[in-house]
């Protein structure tokens, strides 16, 4: 993306910014608590259900998956993709998020009461829960690094991987 942007005119940056800052945020995951889901394969970048109606177990995994596997690959701007998570991961997600567990720092702390952000912390409700949990793996790994990314480093730390999920869960549930 850097080596692409690099050649953008600046009118057209200016353009595209201005697109896209006037664009809404859509839900565009279901949370499912559950301790099974649908049996799964990949197609392509994404999961989707293996067609034979089996089912398997969830365990401590946050699954998300394209209900139709047809409408994924037409990129469907109104398909909405099921997550699934552990039973118990939206009240846990929801206890992190809002400063309920003591020595954990309550995401609503920078990125505001509605998780919709403040100032220079972004908005993070209603985002794709498998995204939301990439970033706070990269955060915890230091793949994601820079002056910014330090106090999120500190944030995730102290959190193991089911208040992750949790967290990635409960974001995932709330309206953007």
């Known amino acids: 993306m850097i080596a692409l942007a690099a050649h953008v005119d600046p009118a057209d940056a200016t353009a ?91 995401c609503v702390s920078c990125h505001g009461e509605d998780l919709r952000g403040i100032a220079i912390f972004p908005p993070i409700a209603g985002r794709s829960a498998s995204y939301v949990l990439r970033q706070l793996y990269a955060f915890r790994n230091g793949t994601r690094r820079s002056s910014d990314t330090q106090v999120m480093a500190q944030v995730v730390a102290p959190l193991l991987p089911a208040d992750l999920i949790a967290v990635a869960a409960y974001v995932a549930s709330l309206p953007p």
């Open 16 to 106: 595209a910014t201005l697109y896209f800052s006037r664009l809404s945020l859509r839900q565009r995951s279901r949370l499912i608590e559950s301790a099974s889901l649908p049996a799964f394969k990949a197609n392509g970048w994404t999961y989707v259900p293996d067609g034979r109606g089996r089912t398997e177990q969830l365990g401590q995994r946050l699954i998300e998956m394209a209900p139709d596997a047809l409408r994924d690959a037409r990129r469907d701007d109104e398909l909405q993709y099921n997550a699934y998570v552990p039973v118990g991961s939206l009240a846990r997600g929801r206890a992190i998020a809002t400063g309920q567990v003591p020595d954990d720092t309550a």
